[in-house]
């Protein structure tokens, strides 16, 4: 098993910035894919970024050249640097993980971490 624990989001106003890290224990030799995920109600979980073991990275279009998905294997922590934050970035921002090389898909990760709330005001 892999637990994970986030920490970093908060509030911020629009074209603020915010840092999210996330902390990987337990079995994480297994871990290929570790990244992030949002939500907000009534909405399907939906891709933010993630980033392999050897570095590969993926976004969704919406936050291409404003955020950046980094990984530090010896600490087994990922980290999501938002920049330019929009209000239509509000969400609860989930970090994931697992075995997997499909990035863009929630259900193919194994682990989840509990979520941390991101609010953009405008």
């Known amino acids: 098993q892999v637990q994970l624990v986030e920490s970093g989001g908060g509030l911020v106003q629009a074209g603020g910035s915010l840092r999210l890290s996330c902390a990987a224990s337990g079995r994480t030799s297994s871990i290929n894919l570790m990244g992030w995920y949002r939500q907000t109600p009534g909405k399907q979980r939906e891709l933010v970024a993630t980033i392999s073991s050897v570095g590969s990275t993926d976004f969704a279009n919406s936050v291409k050249g404003r955020f950046t998905i980094s990984r530090d294997n010896a600490k087994n922590t990922v980290y999501l640097q938002m920049n330019s934050l929009k209000p239509e970035d509000t969400a609860v921002y989930y970090c994931?993980?697992?075995?997997?090389?499909?990035?863009?898909?929630?259900?193919?990760?194994?682990?989840w971490g509990k979520g941390t709330p991101v609010t953009v005001s405008s």
């Open positions: 994931a993980a697992g075995p997997t090389v499909l990035s863009g898909i929630p259900r193919a990760m194994s682990y």
